[in-house]
Structures are given as C-alpha cells and as structure tokens.
C-alpha cells in the first residue's frame, strides 16, 4: 500500500530505529512509547489487521509469533513482556497494517483498558 507508513518504514523508505528484520518482518521502536521498551513488530507485506489474515499468511503469523521471544530476549525483557495486537476502531488500531505492540521494562496492570 502506497500511502502505509508502516509499509514505509519496515521497507526502509522512512527511517526508524530499528531492532530487528528479516525477509519477512521489521522491528522498530515505537514513536510513543507507553513502556520503557514499546516495539512493534510489523510485517513487510501489507495486512491491514488480523481480520485480513488468511490461510496463505500462516507461515508468516508463524514466523512473527517464534520471533517475539528472540526480540524480548535481544531487548534484555527477561522478566516479562505484554504484547499485543490491537484490530479495528474499537480495538484502538490507529494504523491500519497489521502489528504487534511489544512492551516491557515495567509492571503491566489488568484490566489493560
């Protein structure tokens, strides 16, 4: 998508700070981060939310899935994390391509919201 500024900068079109990348996903830290560490973890085709996922996606969810251990792990959040996926308006997603908030560094709290 040629307006996606998570597009833009998983593909290196924007620069960001980022953690980690492969052929498949991208890393970076977030603009505002509500934790000491805040992630995202995006991949570098275009999905707009969990709800567009499909079948064809599953190596990829997979592969996203296995690599947030090694990414906690490189970000030193060896006493815990919180990740999560936020889908839709009423799920609070502000950007519309599919993305994981990885948070740690701090006492999580629930209920988060």
């Known amino acids: 998508m040629e307006d996606c500024i998570f597009c833009k900068l998983a593909n290196g079109e924007i620069p960001t700070d980022m953690v980690y990348e492969d052929e498949k996903i991208a890393v970076f830290r977030d603009a505002t981060p509500q934790a ?3 992630l995202l973890m995006v991949p570098k085709i275009h999905i707009a939310s969990l709800d567009d996922l499909t079948d064809e996606h599953a ?5 996203m ?3 947030i251990k ?3 792990a490189s970000e030193g959040l060896d006493n ?10 009423e799920g609070q997603q ?3 391509h ?3 908030h ?7 709290h629930w209920p988060p919201g």
């Open 36 to 38: 000491p560490v805040h």
């Open 59 to 63: 190596d990829l969810v997979a592969h």
């Open 65 to 67: 899935m296995c690599m």
């Open 70 to 72: 090694n990414v906690a």
């Open 80 to 89: 815990g994390y919180r990740c999560v996926i936020n889908t839709g308006d």
């Open 94 to 96: 502000t950007v519309k």
């Open 98 to 100: 599919l993305h994981i």
């Open 102 to 108: 990885i948070l740690g560094k701090r006492q999580m």
